[in-house]
């Protein structure tokens, strides 16, 4: 069994910035892709940024030059740094694993618990 825990959710001003992580623990062999999604009120779950094993990375239009994210692959964690933010950006935001089982090489993909960020004044 693998678990993703979230860290570093809150309030924040706009314009201000926060940082995420993700910690992957468990029967891991290697994690392939990691991502970061969030949900609104009355949206649907949106992919915000990808990261491959290899450090190649994807963003949502939205949060192109404002959101980065990264991992450390020895740690089994991903990290999102959200700057300039604003209220549009308020929502739970999940994290994401593909994960290779370390007891039968299965690969199954995981989501953390969610973690609220919101961006108000």
């Known amino acids: 069994q693998v678990q993703l825990v979230e860290s570093g959710g809150g309030l924040v001003q706009p314009g201000g910035s926060l940082g995420l992580s993700c910690a992957a623990s468990?029967?891991?062999?290697?994690?392939?892709?990691m991502r970061w999604y969030r949900q609104a009120p009355g949206k649907q779950r949106e992919l915000v940024a990808a990261?491959?094993?290899?450090?190649?990375?994807n963003y949502a239009n939205s949060v192109k030059g404002r959101f980065t994210i990264s991992r450390d692959n020895a740690k089994n964690t991903v990290f999102l740094q959200m700057n300039s933010l604003n209220p549009e950006d308020t929502a739970v935001y999940y994290c994401?694993?593909?994960?290779?089982?370390?007891?039968?090489?299965?690969?199954?993909?995981?989501w953390g618990q969610g973690i609220q960020i919101t961006v108000s004044s």
């Open positions: 468990g029967s891991i062999f290697s994690i392939s892709d």
């Open positions: 990261i491959t094993s290899g450090s190649s990375t």
């Open positions: 994401y694993a593909d994960v290779k089982s370390a007891i039968n090489s299965d690969d199954r993909t995981y």
